[in-house]
């Protein structure tokens, strides 16, 4: 429906998201090393290795022993950097880059990456509960992108952001309806189940989890829903010179 390419939103309070560049810059590179340079059946064994599966990791089903690459349970957080295809990871890193620096400008760098990685875990885990015998790997960081694009409409709902509508008219519009419409659209596919193979409870989870923590997570002199923070004004009283009376 619409594809953000960039917003109007400038950094307040630090110079240089590294936190956001460097999410990207290790989502492409594990992308290139297990799924985009290697052949097909490697990558689809990475999947299954690194890859978030409901029901081996509630112990419903197991992996060959060639395919065990790590414990299921560390599986909860490798499957945040897995993704399906080159598609998969663009349209990821491309909302990853366009929102999540003045997250990260909100909250710091430090509390952003805490809070990026467990609106993560808590996709994950709503996944999981809803799914719990699904033999399907989870990849993608879509989940913990879903909390950051919460955060960032919750912080920063007046501002614009320029895009693409239907992927080809260029068109500049307020973030709340552009979230807004995809947040519709992740709901219309999860209770319509049009949605084929995309874990749309994931997308659901992180929104709620990003939405829930972004008050926990900003800093203190960051208000929501945009409103800036008014000091008092107070203005200097300057002794003035008297003139003699006569």
Not at 156 to 164: M, N
Not at 215 to 220: A, D, E, Q
Request: with cysteine; glycine share 10%.
């Amino acid at each position: 429906m619409f594809l953000p390419l960039s917003d109007q939103n400038p950094h307040r309070a630090i110079t240089w998201p590294y936190v956001t560049y460097g999410l990207i810059g290790l989502n492409v590179a594990i992308f290139l090393l297990t799924t985009g340079l290697v052949p097909a059946q490697t990558a689809n064994a990475n999947a299954l290795g690194l890859g978030l599966i409901p029901a081996v990791v509630t112990n419903q089903a197991t992996l060959s022993p060639e395919l065990y690459l790590v414990s299921p349970w560390v599986t909860w957080i490798t499957y945040m950097f897995m993704h399906g295809g080159w598609m998969h990871l663009i349209g990821n890193m491309l909302f990853l880059w366009v929102f999540a620096d003045n997250v990260e400008d909100a909250m710091g760098h430090v509390r952003f990456l805490a809070f990026y990685l467990i609106c993560g875990l808590i996709a994950g885990a709503i996944h999981l509960a809803i799914n719990p015998v699904s033999q399907a790997p989870l990849v993608g960081a879509s989940g913990a992108i879903s909390g950051v694009l919460a955060a960032y409409l919750i912080l920063f709902p007046r501002v614009r952001v320029f895009g693409l509508a239907f992927n080809v008219l260029p068109i500049s519009i307020p973030v709340w309806l552009a979230l807004g419409a995809w947040i519709v659209l992740q709901l219309f596919h999860l209770f319509t189940a049009q949605g084929g193979d995309t874990a749309w409870w994931a997308h659901v989870g992180g929104l709620i989890a990003g939405a829930l923590l972004v008050g926990l997570f900003k800093s203190r002199d960051v208000m929501l829903f945009g409103e800036k923070r008014h000091l008092p004004v107070s203005i200097p009283r300057i002794p003035l010179p008297r003139r003699p009376v006569r």
